[in-house]
């Protein structure tokens, strides 16, 4: 039976993968709406689901802004994981492996 990791660590993980997650998305958002005034020649649409907004730009917005701030916080989280990983040695609790390897995956059910 696996022992359960310390209620602390635990904590410092949730705390530092969020962290981490805050700041990636901050720093996404920023270069989105430099990248967007460049493109575009306006700011990006504050409230996409206004009326006045045209419905092509506030679904490119979307589209742009929830890819890469997704994106943004998934390599944040990877490279947490790593720091997590390479500091205490293990995977923390809520990361474990999960067996994506087509060998060892269970048949398909038709």
Known sequence: ???AEPAQT???WQAFSL???LL???V???GLNTFWQRATGKNPPANPADPDVDVWEAVA???VSGTAIAIARM???RRAANYYVRTTGKLPGDLRRDDQDA????AAQS
């Open 1 to 3: 039976m696996a022992q």
């Open 10 to 12: 635990t904590k410092v």
């Open 19 to 21: 962290g981490s997650a």
């Open 24 to 26: 990636a998305a901050a």
């Open 28 to 30: 996404a958002k920023k």
């Open 61 to 63: 917005w979307a589209a």
């Open 75 to 77: 390599f944040a989280a």
């Open 103 to 106: 060998k060892s995956a269970p």
